[in-house]
């Protein structure tokens, strides 16, 4: 069974820095993405950042462009979400997600995997 792990959220202050990371377990294929999402309380679930694995190209939301960045060890398997500059309302769960998929990667269809998710707070 295909499995995500999250790790690396916690309490960090207002422009503070995590490195999350998604370690993900191997697909057959090459063709598919790993994405990262949030989920802040009241509020809708949020595509973050994202990369085809095929190429490496990747996808940042703009309420996040200039101060997260997405990675990727192919030898761990594992993706990284780098978030700088941090604020408050950066505050959520934050989920990886994995589907196969040939197209460029984004958030508007269905991923098949998921993790647990891992919380990020930011708050003095």
């Known amino acids: 069974q295909y499995q995500l792990v999250e790790s690396g959220g916690g309490l960090v202050q207002p422009g503070g820095s995590l490195r999350l990371s998604c370690a993900a377990s191997e697909f057959t294929s090459v063709y598919y993405v790993i994405a990262w999402f949030r989920q802040a309380p009241g509020k809708e679930r949020e595509g973050v950042s994202c990369?085809?694995?095929?190429?490496?190209?990747?996808n940042i939301a703009d309420s996040v462009k200039g101060r997260f960045t997405i990675s990727r060890d192919n030898a761990k398997n594992t993706v990284y979400l780098q978030m700088n500059s941090l604020k408050a309302e950066d505050t959520a769960i934050y989920f990886c997600?994995?589907?196969?998929?040939?197209?460029?990667?984004?958030?508007?269809?269905?991923?098949?995997?998921w993790g647990q998710g891992t919380q990020v707070t930011v708050s003095s």
């Open positions: 997600a994995a589907t196969l998929w040939t197209g460029s990667c984004g958030y508007y269809y269905n991923y098949d995997y």
């Open positions: 990369i085809k694995n095929s190429d490496g190209s990747t």
